[in-house]
């Protein structure tokens, strides 16, 4: 997908990948503590009270609204 975006309150336990933007409402969790993943775009943006287990990856723009 070129363009994903993650609603509010949700988890997600695995890779989220995209070829141009993400965007994570707020409260969603990614990853966890023992199972840590990935976050991967150009163009990221996360809300507030988002909470990333591993790593992201946004090559030309990373942002928190």
């Given at each position: 997908r070129a363009h994903l975006t993650i609603g509010e309150d949700c988890s997600v336990h695995g890779p989220v990948i995209a070829e141009a933007t993400i965007a994570?409402?707020?409260g969603t969790v990614v990853g966890a503590p023992d199972a840590p993943t990935t976050?991967?775009?150009?163009?990221?943006s996360?809300?507030?009270d988002v909470a990333v287990h591993?790593?992201?990856v946004a090559s030309s723009l990373g942002r928190t609204t």
């Open positions: 994570v409402s707020r976050v991967s775009s150009p163009s990221i996360l809300g507030q591993g790593q992201i």
